[in-house]
């Protein structure tokens, strides 16, 4: 069901182009004009390369501060751009983490889409779908091992903050990815969609915003914390001093990771520790914005906010390097950036809430910020619970 585009890369099916933050009115009808892949072991810098490809293909993101343009009609609209949170790890100048266990994804991928005349209708229903049965990458006792071993780095006052992050995959046969675009469909999904390349495909149904540029105001919504939705729960979420704190630390990591890019004394925080609702889950979420500072570029943003504050710590560097030694395999399409880009436009979702399929296996990864109040066996489960809708939807139920 896929095919090959002019540039010679496989393409979605024009009804599945259906990239999380696109606008509504471009999807379904989108083809692809350009595409650029890379990896780790390619070399060279991605923010960069990122930026110099969407120029050379008519969206020049290298001042975020212009007002951003109009509809683009039959011509360019815009492009896709995902960036892994290994390669989020390397600008940020920390260790890339355990080797990847879905290998065929790229690191950074951009594509540039232009608006076709006609518009396509979905197919009839897909074909026969078997999903197996998930395997952990960690048992339940080594993930809360993980836990007390950042508990005990907090108390040497090696970081402040760590997230602990867990992976499993499952066998499939059959098409993934109508499994995978079901996932935008999940209630908050603020980054629904899919984006999918030659020989892998990743779905997300993420609700956080890693940032947001328009008009030269920069915002990202870091969440922490979790309850189930209940009354009950967004009661505890609310009273929890626990919570509280880690959003906190959260919310100061981002104001810092904005002053980088910011004009001095811009930064402010909104709306801090808000409600919300994923699925059966209550989420805390602030809002944290600042004015860009004069000739801010796509390159420059990425740098100070990739890998986001909300799945790495505090101090990122520390926790990331934490992370690289415990976590048992690397993070995949989770925990990254994935979004759309046009000229003086930014919008791009933290992969949290995100599945991937590598050709035979689909992925998940679900985890959780770590301070010294946590419980471990309450980590393993909050993990556990941010998965479930995902591997039920992806299952078909």
């Known amino acids: 069901m896929r095919k090959v585009g002019p540039y010679g890369v496989e393409t979605l099916p024009q009804w599945l182009v259906d990239v999380p933050a696109a606008p509504a009115a471009c999807r379904g009808a989108l083809t692809e004009r350009a595409r650029l892949h890379w990896s780790r072991g390619d070399g060279g810098d991605p923010a960069a390369l990122a930026e110099e490809f969407l120029a050379a293909h008519g969206l020049p993101l290298h001042d975020l501060t212009r007002p951003a343009t109009g509809p683009h009609g039959t011509g360019v609209c815009g492009a896709a751009l995902y960036l892994s949170a290994a390669a989020g790890a390397l600008l940020a100048g920390a ?23 006609t518009r ?79 020989g892998w495909a990743i779905g997300c149904a993420s609700p956080e915003t890693l940032v947001e540029v328009t008009d030269g105001q920069v915002i990202t919504r870091p969440i922490k914390g979790t309850r189930p939705a209940t009354a009950a729960g ?71 906010t990739c890998p986001g504050g909300s799945v790495t710590g505090a101090p990122k560097l520390a926790a990331l390097t934490q992370i690289s030694a415990l976590e048992p395999v690397g993070r995949g399409a989770s925990m990254g950036a994935l979004g759309w880009v046009t000229p003086g436009h930014v919008d791009l979702g933290l992969t949290i809430r995100t599945a991937a399929a590598d050709g035979q296996r689909l992925h998940t990864w679900a985890g959780g910020g770590i301070t010294w109040d946590s419980d ?14 995902i591997r039920a939807t992806l299952a078909g139920r």
Request: hydrophobic share 45%; proline share 7%.
């Open 120 to 198: 396509v209708t979905r197919p009839g229903p897909p074909r026969q779908w078997w999903l197996g049965e998930w395997v952990e990458s960690w048992t339940p006792d080594q993930h809360a091992a993980a836990v007390d071993a950042v508990r005990a780095a907090i108390g040497r006052g090696d970081v402040y903050q760590s997230n602990l992050v867990g992976h499993a995959a499952a066998p499939y046969t059959g098409d993934p990815l109508p499994a995978l675009s079901r996932l935008g469909a999940l209630p908050g999904a603020r980054y629904g969609g899919v984006l999918t390349g030659d």
């Open 376 to 389: 471990a066996r309450a980590e393993v489960a909050e993990a556990a619970a941010k998965t479930t809708p």
């Open 95 to 117: 260790p890339t983490g355990a080797p990847e266990p879905a290998p065929t994804l790229p690191d950074l991928a951009v594509v540039v889409y232009q608006h076709d005349t």
């Open 234 to 304: 967004r009661a505890e979420l609310l009273a929890s001093a626990k919570e509280r704190a880690e959003h906190i630390m959260i919310v100061d990591l981002e104001r810092n990771d904005l002053a980088r890019i910011a004009r001095t004394g811009t930064v402010t925080v909104d709306d801090l520790f808000a409600v919300r609702r994923w699925c059966d889950l209550w989420q805390a979420e602030s809002t944290v914005r600042a004015a860009a500072a004069d000739g801010l570029g796509l390159a420059d943003l990425l740098r100070a």
